[in-house]
Each structure stands twice: as C-alpha cells, then as structure tokens.
C-alpha cells in the first residue's frame, strides 16, 4: 500500500494543466493522462467500476458493508493544475525534519522561500515539507486531495471491518479554469451529498465562497497623427485608465482579506485606436457583488457620455455563486467534518473562500458540498509547498467522517 505522499509524488510528475479560454473539454487533453493512470490505480486497489468518461471525468464507488441505511457519500477532487505557472517537470524535493529556516529552492537560480512572507512555515518545524525547484508550481491543488482520497478508498477496501455506506468517488478536469463542474453527471455518481477535498492549511472547512464574474471592457478611440490630433484624437488607453481609476482604491486583491470583496484587473492590452480591460469581480456578499457589477456599467455610462456613445463597452458574465445558502439546509455535513477533527484534536476552523470550487457549482446543481483542507499552502506559484504530516492527517479526517455517518 502505497504512502499518501508517495501517490502524490507520482500524480505531480504528470502535467495536467488546464488552459484558459479554450474552446474544448478538457481543456487540455494530456489531463486524460493523469485519468487514465487513476482509473487503472482504482481499478488495482478494488474499485471494479471505476471508469473515465468523455470528457475526462473519473467515477469511482466503493459499496457499503452495513446492513444499516448510512448515507452516501461522495469525495470530489479536481486533476489539473492553475496556468498561472508552468506545470510541467515539476521536480518535487522533501525537505525532512524542517528546522524552521529559509529554503534554498534553486541555488543556481537563487529561488528562495522565506519565513519572513511565510510566516506559516514556522508551523511546520519537525514536519517534512514537499516543495519545489521553484521554477513550476508543485500541484498540491490539486493531487494532494487526489492522493487523500486514493489513500482514503485503499484504506477502507482493506479494512472491511471500518462499516461504512456506499462512498462516491470523482476526480474532476478543469476546476482551475472555472468549469469543473460543466459536465459532472450529478444523477449518476448518486451521492447524497459531498466534500471536495481541494483546500489548505490542515483544519481549514469551507462551506462559503464568493459570488464570481468575470468582465471585459472594451474601450474604443480614435487614432489620428498626433501633429494633428486637436480635437480628434480619441486615446483608448487614456480612458481605460480613467476606467481603471473610477473604481474604488482599496477594492483590489491586495488590500482585502475576509469577508472582503474586490475587482481584480487581470489584464489590459491596447493602443490608441482600443484598448481592452479584463476583470474578475468577487464577494460573498450577493447585494454587494450585484453593486459591485453595477458599478462597472455606471462608470461605462459616465465615460460613453463624456466621451461619445459606444466609446466604452463593457461585456459581464456571472461565473459561480456562493454555495452557503446551497449547503446550510444540509449543515450536518460541516457538523460532522467539525466533529471529525474534534475527535482527532485538529483544530477546525470555518472560514470563507476567497475563491471558488467545483463544490460550489454541484451545490447549486443538487449536491451540497462543501470543502476541506489538504494541508497544501501558497497555491498556483512557485513557493508552494505541503506537509507530510497534514496529508496524513487529512486521510485520517476523511476516514473519521465515513466512520461517524455509519454511527
């Protein structure tokens, strides 16, 4: 039986990553890889239905050994990995024993992870850490949950005494790029509800993400010889800016924590002649988050009459909701993974996503399903890094939840 942490070495080997705006699914083929090699892993430790679909998902159920009704339940993660940073030939390293300093990631490149921006690091004196050579990010988010729920499916398979209903098991294709969800069969993988295994730091349960959209704003000008522009010249650039400085000052990423919403510019490209802006818009918050795109269309009506009709246009689609009202009629799934880790002497904490997951959208497609830790930290860069110790840990939690709902 393999080691948590040896299933997760070996999944992060395997490029899985997604990529934005594309016009198939998945995304990227070479995330069927990784489904692939699950699928016969599953099929290797009993998991005699496991299977892949069309679109790369991966099912998988281990029956119920109770004569008792238990409910069912399903463990959800996601296979590829963000396009924020490369992921391919990810050389992960253990850093054994951690001393509570500094790690030298890349010496020759001079990468180094500091406890100064990493305060967290110090939680891990004594642990082994897995990181990086700090040129790709490692892929904890997210094949540490894949790996702890691969180490969860062996350990109950092997342990038949451990009575248990029917556990549901997906393994999901681009969560990263926001449609992880777009064609999981919710009827058939039959859970009554779910956890997806896709968070941090050990402890952590969510049950509360933000309300997301994402926005493009189209700024179109006028270009003529600048010896000659008097009165002409139309500058698209000038009045994205002017755009860019109409929203509110702290309502970025970088000054909000929490419970606080943002509108992150993402990318702006342009000349003269157009200009174009791309924003995301987040909040957990639903009255906030709709002033929140409100807004991007009072600025667009301002500058479109300040500046000529058609001058500023702005293109908004909503991207996922905030699952909590999705999961607080079927709360005892958070009271139970509390619970869990209570008897486990793992201090829960409940806290928000400051971002989304796949359990968001299967909440509103008719599969509560909030999300647990991993143990992973400094997700989709290069000073990503994870704990042995958590991981196993977190495949204790999952085992202990099986356990209580068989009670």
């Known amino acids: 039986m393999l080691k948590v942490h040896e299933r997760f070495l070996n999944y ?5 990553q997604s990529v934005d705006n594309s016009d198939c699914f998945p995304s990227s083929e070479k995330q069927k890889n990784l489904a692939s090699i ?19 998902y991966v099912y998988g159920s281990i ?8 409910p069912t339940i399903g463990f959800i993660a996601h296979m590829d990995t963000s396009p924020d940073m490369p992921g391919d030939n990810v ?21 180094v992870m500091k406890t100064d921006m990493f305060e967290h690091m110090q939680n891990y004196i004594g642990q082994d850490l897995i990181v990086t050579d700090g040129t790709t990010l490692l892929g904890a988010d997210n094949k540490a949950g894949i790996a ?5 499916a062996e350990f109950l398979i092997n342990n038949p005494d451990i009575k248990h209903g029917t556990i549901k098991i997906a393994f999901t294709p681009d969560e990263e790029v926001g449609s992880g969800a777009e064609h ?3 009827e058939n993988f039959g859970a009554d509800f779910a956890y997806t295994v896709d968070g941090g730091r050990l402890g952590e349960i969510e049950y509360e993400n933000f309300n997301a959209a994402s926005a493009k704003v189209i700024i179109n000008g006028i270009n003529i010889h600048p010896g000659s522009a008097k009165n002409k010249m139309k500058n698209s650039i000038l009045i994205a800016i002017e755009f860019q400085q109409m929203l509110p000052i702290f309502e970025t990423p970088a000054n909000t924590e929490n419970y606080e919403g943002f509108n992150h510019l993402c990318d702006i490209c342009g000349s003269v002649e157009e200009t174009k802006l791309s924003y995301i818009i987040r909040d957990h918050d639903a009255n906030k988050f709709k002033a929140k795109k409100d807004r991007f269309f009072k600025i667009a009506d301002y500058l479109n009459e300040k500046y000529g009709s ?7 689609k909503d991207s996922y909701l905030n699952m909590k009202e999705m999961v607080l009629p ?30 968001a959208r299967l909440s509103y497609m008719g599969l509560p399903c909030p999300n647990l830790c991993t143990g992973g930290h400094n997700f989709h860069g290069k000073y990503e890094y994870i704990s042995i110790q958590s991981m196993e840990s977190v495949v204790e939690i999952l085992t202990k939840i099986v356990e209580l709902y068989a009670k």
Do not use: Q
């Not at 029956?63 to 238990?70: F, H, R």
């Not at 702890?148 to 969860?152: F, G, R, T, V």
């Not at 993974?337 to 904490?349: G, T, Y």
């Open 12 to 16: 992060v080997a395997i490029d899985t």
């Open 330 to 359: 079927h709360i005892h799934i958070v009271e139970t993974a509390v619970k869990a880790m209570k008897e486990l002497n793992i201090e829960p904490e409940i806290c928000p996503i400051r971002g989304g997951t796949d359990g």
């Open 310 to 316: 058609d001058t500023v246009v702005v293109e908004l």
């Open 63 to 70: 029956p119920g050994n109770s004569v008792k009704p238990i």
């Open 148 to 152: 702890e729920i691969m180490s969860l």
């Open 38 to 56: 699950l699928v016969k892993e599953m099929k290797n430790i009993g998991i005699s239905d496991a299977d892949m679909d069309n679109y790369g």
């Open 184 to 186: 999981f069969n919710v």
């Open 91 to 111: 050389k992960a390293k253990i850093v054994k024993n951690y001393d509570g300093k500094d790690i030298v990631l890349n010496k020759e490149k001079n990468i």
